[in-house]
C-alpha cells in the first residue's frame, strides 16, 4: 500500500485486464460497478460489506413524509440512491405522494433514481459529490425548510451548512447499515495473493469490510501489495485513519471515475 494518488488516465492502456478487484458495496448496488469493471477488462470480485435496512425505529422517517406531503417543507435534499430506495418503501407503505415538492440531489445518478423511484422533478444537483457543494448550490434563504432524510451515520456537515445560512432542517434517518454477507471468500483470496485491488465508495464499506476481515479469519496483513481505492475524500479519510492509505482516489467521485484511476493505476505500474 503506497500514499494517495489523484490519476489521470492514459489513453489506450491496458490497466485492468486480468486484474481481479473486489466490490464491497451492498447487493443491489454491486452490479453497476461490476458491469463498468467487466467492461474494462477485470474480473469483479463481489463480497457486500453493506446491509442497506430502514431505521429500527420509523416513527420521525413517517412523521417526516406525512408532513412533506401536507406542504410542510419547501424542499426534499437527497444525497444517495438508499435513501431514495428506503422513501419509495415509506411512501408506498404509508400510500403518500409528493407531488410539486421541490427537490435538491447531490448528483446526477441520485436524480435520476429521484425522478425513477419518487417521480419528482429534481430542481438543483450539485456539481460535485459532497455535501459542501450541495448546500453551496442549494443556496438557502433565511427560514426556507428543508427535509433532510439520510444515513444514521451521515456527516452532520449538510444540515449545518444550511442551518447556518438561517434555513430550517429537519434531519431524519432514512436507513442505517448493516453488515453484508456473502460473496467470494476473499479473505481466502487474500491469504493466497489472488486479489489486485479493493474498492470502498462509503466509508460504511471501509469500516464492514475490515469487521467481516476480522469475522471471518482474514489478517489485514494480507493487504499488502494490493491497491487500495477510494471513491472520494471522505471515504480516504476514513481509510487513512484506520491505517489503510488510498492508492488511488479518482477526481471524478463516480463509480466511472473510481474504475478509469484504477485503469490508470495499474497501467502505471
Known amino acids: 500500500m503506497t500514499g494517495e494518488k489523484h490519476i489521470r488516465p492514459a489513453a489506450g492502456s491496458p490497466g485492468l485486464a486480468g486484474k481481479r478487484v473486489v466490490v464491497t458495496r451492498a447487493p443491489h448496488q454491486a452490479p453497476e460497478m461490476a458491469e463498468l469493471l467487466h467492461q474494462a477488462g477485470a474480473t469483479p470480485i463481489l463480497y457486500p460489506c453493506l446491509a442497506i435496512e430502514p431505521p429500527e425505529d420509523l416513527d420521525a422517517l413517517d412523521a417526516a413524509l406525512k408532513g412533506a406531503a401536507a406542504g410542510e417543507y419547501d424542499r426534499l435534499v437527497l444525497t444517495s440512491i438508499n435513501t431514495i430506495l428506503i422513501l419509495a418503501q415509506r ?19 441520485t436524480a435520476a433514481a429521484a425522478e425513477t423511484m419518487l417521480h419528482l422533478e429534481v430542481s438543483v444537483v450539485a456539481e460535485e459529490y459532497v455535501a459542501e457543494a450541495l448546500a453551496a448550490a442549494l443556496a438557502p434563504a433565511p427560514g426556507e425548510r428543508f427535509l433532510l432524510p439520510q444515513s444514521a451515520i451521515a456527516r452532520p456537515v449538510l444540515a449545518g451548512l444550511l442551518r447556518a445560512a438561517g434555513a430550517r432542517v429537519t434531519a431524519v434517518d432514512a436507513y442505517q447499515t448493516g453488515l453484508g454477507q456473502g460473496g467470494e471468500a476473499v479473505p481466502v483470496m487474500l491469504a493466497g495473493g489472488q486479489i489486485d485491488s479493493l474498492t470502498f465508495t462509503s466509508s460504511s464499506t471501509v469500516t464492514n469490510f475490515l469487521e467481516r476481515l476480522a469475522n471471518e479469519g482474514g489478517d489485514r496483513r494480507d493487504l499488502s501489495g494490493v491497491c487500495l481505492a477510494a ?25 466511472s471515475g473510481l474504475v478509469t484511476a484504477l485503469e490508470a493505476y495499474f497501467a502505471s505500474e
Open 91 to 109: 411512501l408506498a407503505a404509508l400510500a403518500l405522494s409528493l407531488p410539486g415538492l421541490p427537490v435538491a440531489a447531490i448528483g446526477p445518478k
Open 231 to 255: 471513491i472520494g475524500p471522505v471515504t480516504a479519510a476514513t481509510m487513512a485513519g484506520l491505517d489503510l492509505p488510498a492508492d488511488v482516489v479518482p477526481a471524478d467521485y463516480t463509480l
